[in-house]
């Protein structure tokens, strides 16, 4: 019984398919949807000057760390955070997927953008990208140990932005889902706890949409640091 239900716990995160094929990649061109792009306006609504506003000030403040050069990077990072956020909320709404629950997905996100990174550091400044291995005034016996430790924690890099936001999102999902479950078996004994529960849930569904929007907001920043020790 424990284990049917563990099953059925974690059957959210599955992908779902139709005819055997996968929808992972129909569930995130989905949100492009949710983009307001009017084409066929020649002035803008209160609403794409808000959305154009927020996109400014979002990208002002992921590249301010970051040096002039690497400002070319802007137009992929804030692509990055906006079809993150628009993914992490895809599976707040009822009967719907959340593509960045997959670690598998995230994984290929954070390998890719965070290596390019690293050739970036490599081919422009070489010398100072290694010497980050490094730290100056190290002691001749500890060399080798913090070399190694150094390369672990670069190389670890991308795994733990993957599974920070893989962990973060599948958390709150389940606790979301327990919550609403708890609520609807306290329907036929007890109507106020039944209540208390359903304000707690839309208290965390309050909260998860905030998680989201920050989680996305953190992977992005993260990596625009990362492209700022290479640059």
Excluded: C
Excluded at 93 to 108: D, R
């Amino acid at each position: 019984m424990t284990l049917a239900t563990n099953l059925n716990l974690f059957d959210q995160f599955l992908v779902p398919k139709l005819f055997g094929m996968s929808l992972l990649i129909p569930a995130m061109l989905l949100t492009t949807l949710l983009i307001y792009n009017p084409q066929d306006r020649w002035l803008s609504n209160p609403l794409t000057t808000l959305q154009a506003w927020l996109i400014a000030k979002t990208t002002k403040q992921i590249m301010s760390p970051v040096n002039k050069p690497g400002h070319k990077w802007s137009l992929m990072l804030i692509s990055l955070l906006t079809m993150l956020i628009l993914n992490n909320l895809l599976g707040l709404l009822p009967y719907t997927f959340t593509p960045t629950t997959q670690l598998s997905m995230n994984m290929a996100l954070a390998l890719p953008l965070w290596l390019a990174t690293v050739l970036i550091g490599l081919r422009n400044k070489p010398a100072s990208s290694l010497a980050h291995l490094l730290p100056e005034g190290t002691p001749t016996p500890l060399i080798p140990i913090l070399i190694l430790i150094e390369t672990i924690s670069l190389l670890i890099r991308p795994i733990a932005l993957a599974v920070r936001l893989t962990a973060n999102l599948t958390a709150g999902h389940l606790l979301m889902h327990l919550i609403s479950t708890a609520a609807l078996n306290l329907v036929t004994t007890s109507t106020l706890l039944a209540g208390l529960t359903l304000s707690i849930l839309a208290l965390l569904m309050l909260l998860e949409i905030a998680v989201a929007m920050i989680q996305a907001y953190v992977f992005t920043l993260l990596l625009s640091l990362y492209l700022q020790e290479n640059v």
